[in-house]
């Protein structure tokens, strides 16, 4: 989904035509996560993974009251991931708190990503369960312990990668390609990781950089 290996031209991984067993449509992740980013890694107001319109990360963020509930919210957020980052780029902040964008404009950013979320739901809680015949609902119990634990895991793995107190953020603008590169290596927080850690993280900033 990042798009690092479409250099290889192999169509079994390549991120034009990839889409995977998420909720998030491929659309919404190449805009939100490949572009907004990778571009901007921990820029604020560019990066909209800083707290994904929800959290406060960073003591740069105008503090609003809603951000007391800190906490709560990140239980909530970490709990439902994958539905979270599926509605990412809609930004629905701008609709509900600043009342920047319309209903109607969220209405038809929703559509597809609705219609992703609803083949995930059908499949998951329904479809399968009902080919299990008597362990419906085993296979049910099943598929939600699986993706509450993917999201669980995935959201700490992103959170702990993204926002401890030690990774740097950087100004808007950034003069050459080497410095955005170094710049991208250190959001990540790969600085104190080890070594081949370290190189694995540069080596996807590197090739969605590209």
Known sequence: MHGQYDWMGDPAINSKVFDWDNTCTNTAWK????????TFTNVLDKDHD?????????????????????????????????????????????????????????????KPTWKKMRKQLVKDYLLFPALAG????????GNLTANVARNLWSSQ???NGHFPEEVEQFPEK???RNSKLVFRYSAI????????SAVACFHCAFRVSR
């Not at 805009?31 to 990778?38: A, L």
């Not at 927080?189 to 081949?196: A, D, I, L």
């Open 50 to 110: 800083i707290g994904y319109g929800i959290l406060r990360m960073s003591e740069d963020q105008e503090w609003e009251p809603r951000f007391l509930f800190n906490p709560i919210l990140a239980g909530i957020l970490a709990t439902f991931f994958q539905h979270f980052v599926a509605i990412q780029s809609l930004k629905l902040e701008d609709y509900l708190i600043y009342k920047t964008k319309t209903k109607e404009e969220v209405k038809a950013e929703f």
């Open 134 to 141: 008597p362990f419906a609902p085993f296979v049910f119990a």
């Open 189 to 196: 927080h790969c600085r104190n990781s080890r070594r081949s």
């Open 174 to 176: 950034l003069e050459t």
């Open 157 to 159: 793995v992103i959170y």
């Open 31 to 38: 805009q939100t996560h490949n572009f907004e980013h990778h």
